[in-house]
């Protein structure tokens, strides 16, 4: 049985994907949101929930849906905007045809086809390519001997991995990290249980800015209203760029900017099943 949803979620829905001309983006984040965090990110997966209720969703906002999926369906979109890198998140998330993907926190962006994953190219210069060795090996240094800490490596950033280690290496792993993005000028995120650095300034925020025209365009509408859930303080980014006609949604505790809160994934494949139900009346 799907779960409720409190009252001033399901009203915000349903003015959400009011058949008024605008154009409808479903913006979601992977870990935490679709996927539960677990110690090893590439076990990640969506639940089986969070997998049905996308990609019944997908077959809708894709625009060949039922056919009584209705007039909605064809100014409505889907996208996942991951902190992961863009094949990751692809291969992680198997999303469905149409739904545009942003990785690396809006550095990558690519689109659902059915011939797979159409990626823009990307490309670092060389300043840009020679600063971020020189992070990932003070990264690499800042977990030796650290148990659980680890680094991963994405094509615009470094990451550092805490959630398996202990709160002594943790503290000194971040520390380091920290001094590592300051020394070189970047800035440090910490997520849950990661500090990301990356070597080009990009937010989920600014990403989501960019969809809403793109999506505008691609509807033929004058407008886009966002629908956006996260669970991590990079998604506050998110949540800070969106204003009146959007829906915020918090997944899990936490301080937040957003409108809405829900528990968990369980509770985010119950908002989707309803966006669908909505679209196709
Ligand atoms: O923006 P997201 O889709 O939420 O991605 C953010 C980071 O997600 C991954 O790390 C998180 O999930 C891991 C697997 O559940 C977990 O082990 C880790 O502690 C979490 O922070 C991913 O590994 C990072 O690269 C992403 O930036």
Redesign the pocket.
Known sequence: MSEAIAPSLATALEQLVADDGAAVLVAL????VL?P???D?TA?RMTAATRAAVDRLGAHVRGDGPADAGAAAGRARLAFV???DLEDLAQRSVPPVGAYLVGSHGAQTGHATTAGLDAVPFELTAEQADVLAELTAALDAAVVGRDGAWV?R?PSAA?L?T?TAGPADTAAAVEAADAAAARLGLDAMH????V?IAVLHTTKGEALERLRTVVAQDAGASATRVLYAGD?T?DEKAFAVLGAGDVTIKVGPGETLAAHRVADSDAVAAVLDRITDLLAV
């Open positions: 984040d992977f870990d935490g996927a965090l677990v110690d990110p990640s991951s902190g992961r991963q994405k990451v991995h959630r997520g849950k249980d990661v990301e991590d990079t």
